[in-house]
C-alpha cells in the first residue's frame, strides 16, 4: 500500500503545469489571430480585401504546431532546465531559418 501512495505523489509531481518558451510562442499566436480577425488585415501591393481572416487562420495554424512541438519536446526532456535550452535552441534555429530564407 505505501509503495502506491508512492507512486501516486511521483505521478502527481510529474503532472505539474511548467512554463516553457514554445508556451509563449503559442500565447502569441493565438492572441495575434484574435486580433485580426476583429481589426482586419491588410497586405501591401495586393488588392484590397479581406486578409485579416485568411491571416488569423495562418496564425492559429502556426499556434497550433507549436502547441503539438511543446508536447513532443515535453515528452523528450523531463527536466525543464534540459526543455528551456531545447526550446530556445529550436526557436533560435527557425529564426536564423527565416532571416536567411527572407
Same mark, same amino acid.
Given at each position: ?17 511548467? /512554463?516553457?518558451?514554445?508556451?509563449? %510562442?503559442?500565447?502569441?499566436? *493565438? #492572441?495575434?489571430?484574435?486580433? &485580426?480577425?476583429?481589426?482586419? %488585415? ?15 487562420? #495562418?496564425?492559429?495554424? *502556426? ?5 503539438? &512541438?511543446?508536447? /513532443?519536446?515535453?515528452? *523528450?526532456?523531463? #527536466?525543464?532546465?534540459? $526543455? ?8 533560435? &534555429?527557425? $529564426?536564423?531559418?527565416? *532571416?536567411?530564407?527572407?
Amino acid at each position: 500500500m505505501a509503495e502506491q501512495n508512492d507512486q501516486a505523489g511521483n505521478v502527481n509531481q510529474q503532472r505539474k503545469f511548467r /512554463i516553457s518558451p514554445l508556451n509563449f %510562442a503559442t500565447a502569441f499566436f *493565438f #492572441i495575434a489571430a484574435g486580433y &485580426l480577425f476583429f481589426t482586419g %488585415a491588410k497586405i501591401t501591393g495586393m488588392p484590397s480585401g479581406n486578409w485579416g481572416t485568411t491571416v488569423a487562420w #495562418i496564425f492559429i495554424l *502556426f499556434g497550433v504546431v507549436v502547441s503539438f &512541438l511543446d508536447l /513532443i519536446f515535453r515528452n *523528450f526532456f523531463t #527536466i525543464t532546465k534540459n $526543455l528551456w535550452i531545447v526550446e530556445l535552441s529550436f526557436i533560435t &534555429l527557425v $529564426l536564423i531559418i527565416f *532571416f536567411l530564407v527572407k
